[in-house]
C-alpha cells in the first residue's frame, strides 16, 4: 500500500518558519515528479512548489518565490518543504502529492496524495 505521510504543520507567527516532510512507503518516487499542494478554507486545492525526479529543476507558486523551497531525498524517499517569512494568507492544509503526470503542476494529474498537515499562520 502506498502512502505519503507529511509532518511538521502548526501554529506560527507571521514572519516564522515551518519545515514540512514527507515520507513516503510502498514505492519509490524516485522516477516522478513530486509537490507540494495547498488548500484553504472555501478554496481549491492549489500548486505551491513541484520538483522534478532528479530534484535539479524546482517550480513555485509566485507568492512563495523566494520564501519557500522544496526539496527531495530520492535516497530516503522523502520530500520536504521549506517555508520561510509566512504570511497569514499562507494558511492552508499542505498536502503532499507523488507522481504528477504530464508537464503542468495540475492537481488532477496527481496519482497518490497525503493526508494533510495544517499550517496555520496569526497575524
Known amino acids: 500500500q502506498v502512502q505519503l505521510v507529511e509532518s511538521g504543520g502548526g501554529l506560527v507567527q507571521t514572519g516564522g518558519s515551518l519545515r514540512l516532510s514527507c515520507a513516503a512507503s510502498?514505492?519509490?518516487?524516485?522516477?516522478?515528479?513530486m509537490a507540494w499542494f495547498r488548500q484553504a478554507p472555501g478554496k481549491e486545492r492549489e500548486f505551491v512548489a513541484g520538483v522534478t525526479w532528479s530534484g535539479t529543476s524546482t517550480y513555485y507558486l509566485d507568492s512563495v518565490k523566494g520564501r519557500f523551497t522544496i526539496s527531495r531525498d530520492n535516497a530516503k524517499n522523502t520530500v520536504h518543504l521549506q517555508m520561510n517569512s509566512l504570511k497569514p494568507e499562507d494558511t492552508a492544509v499542505y498536502y503532499c502529492a507523488g507522481k504528477i503526470r504530464g508537464s503542468n503542476w495540475n492537481p488532477d494529474d496527481v496519482d497518490y496524495w497525503g493526508k494533510g498537515t495544517l499550517v496555520t499562520v496569526s497575524s
Open positions: 510502498g514505492r519509490t518516487f524516485s522516477g516522478d515528479r
